[in-house]
């Protein structure tokens, strides 16, 4: 019998399906990981070098940016050799727009806030997208508020960012374009949960989720969890990007970590280790940083414990595929709930990894270490 799969927090809300290229948004697809290059879009070669490098990182969408024409000239390059979907970036030229659907580009995201006269051209971009077979994100941002919204409600609040979210995407509607998804994205934690929660009550539009500007790696990654979680534990959201002052491949592993945690994700790699106390009698600290650096490479579904004391070391490890209990300078090696051996503390982590190793070799899925760290090398002469 195939096992079941894991309980999650609360069911997806239904949402309308669009499609990104090959990957569908919506209720009736996973879940999706965005991120952004951060190279120049002209140059063509460092972009896709960036965007192979998210890929192999479990990237699903990518976005570039596309500010110049000389931006909007690389894109039908880089959306035709690039190995996921590619959204172009549009903001304050409406040309852009029409330049990114021409180029090839699986989608494109609008910033109606500051498109000069945007909501006058949403019939002809409707009719351009929809030809082409091309969705759109309606991109709404605190920092980029449209003045009349501003005006009313002093500031961008949470119903500031619906009230301009619900009116664009009835524009599109009026045009019989429905395929979009939207985002209201503040840098505020609990501003953006709101407005999300007040979206979803007011349609079935897909939403892609996000905290704008959330900050440097530490910052960032806390609160894109904690307004992720709180969304996520309610069945909203239907693709993801966490911003981060950080490398793009940074947010890729906290967005992905965000959506195993919840069970949204197949788990892979976990590290379950404890915070260490005053009872812990090896340093816990160093085997886990060790034990994680060392099984990276990794790509099964696979739960290590690596735990520092008998309190509650010992039960962990049983409930792991793979464990140390340690203590008095030596550890139980416990494998399948089982103890195999019991090694000095020097030899924990040698044995740990090549156990793990060996473990994932039998289940048929352990890549070599070096060519799944290494994205391929993409190129235009």
Partial sequence: MPAPPPPVLAPRRKTRQIKVGSVGVGSDSPISIQSMTTTPTTDINATLQQIAELATAGCDIVRVACPSADDAEALPIIAKKSPIPVIADIHFQPRYVYAAIDAGCAAVRVNPGNIRKFDDQVKEISKAAADAGVSIRIGVNAGSLDKRLLDKYGKPTAEALVESAVWEASLFEEHDFHDFKISVKHHDPVVMVK?????????????????????????????????????????????????????????????????????????????????????????????????????????????????????????????????????????????????????????????????????ADEMGENPDENSASAPPVVTVS
């Fill in 195 to 359: 407005a999300y929660e007040m979206l979803a009550e007011r349609g079935d539009w897909p939403l892609h989720l996000g905290v704008t500007e959330a900050g440097p790696a530490f910052q960032g990654t806390i609160k894109s969890a904690t307004a992720f979680g709180a969304l996520l534990a309610k069945g909203i959201g239907d693709t993801i990007r966490v911003s981060l002052s950080a490398p793009p491949v940074e947010e890729i592993k906290v967005g992905t970590q965000i959506l195993q945690s919840l069970n949204l994700r197949p788990r892979k790699l976990e590290i379950v280790s404890c915070p260490s106390c005053g009872r812990a009698q090896v340093d816990v600290y160093t085997l886990a940083d060790e034990v994680t650096e060392g099984l990276k490479h990794l790509t099964v579904p696979l739960r290590v414990a690596v735990m520092g004391c008998i309190v509650n070391g010992p039960g962990e490890a049983r409930e792991a595929d793979l464990g140390v209990a340690s203590g008095n300078g030596k550890g139980q090696i416990f494998v399948k709930g089982e103890v195999i051996k019991t090694v000095p503390e020097e030899l924990i982590v040698e044995t740990l990894l090549a156990e793990a190793n060996r473990i």
